[in-house]
């Protein structure tokens, strides 16, 4: 019940509220998070610099950027950590959209990455007979 007069009186107030704006607001009454992910970072960002841009909305627990793992270059995402779920929603409202060393970075709520093997989207880029040529192509006999 919360969720929907919160939700009207956001389409009350102006008449003319912005897409984003609105599924930002859905998305910070729905879900309860302390964790943000953080897209489109420039290659120059570190750990300090994403901490110190996003410490002005609340206490900032932790701030990672993520490299790739053999050339430990930024993979041009990261997570921010809050204390509490308010400055983490103060922070996603504010800095979405905004520009951070020159990008203009996506901020949303980080979701869980499901546990398990992950899939790379097919057998190594063998594709059966769509268009390979040679390889592997079952019990025919070799």
Known sequence: MAFSSKFGSLLRQNGQIPTTFVLNSIRCMSTAS???FIGGLSYGTDDQSLREAFS????????????DRDTGRSRGFGFVNFADDES????LSAMDGQELNGRNIRVSY??????GPR???????????????GGFR???GY
Request: no cysteine.
């Open 34 to 36: 302390k964790k943000l």
């Open 56 to 67: 002005g909305f609340g206490d900032v627990t932790e701030a990672r950027i993520i490299t």
């Open 88 to 91: 983490a929603s103060n922070a």
């Open 110 to 115: 980080a979701t869980e990455r499901p546990s």
């Open 119 to 133: 899939s790379f989207g097919g057998n190594g880029g063998f594709q059966g007979d769509r268009g390979f040529g």
């Open 138 to 140: 079952g019990n025919s």
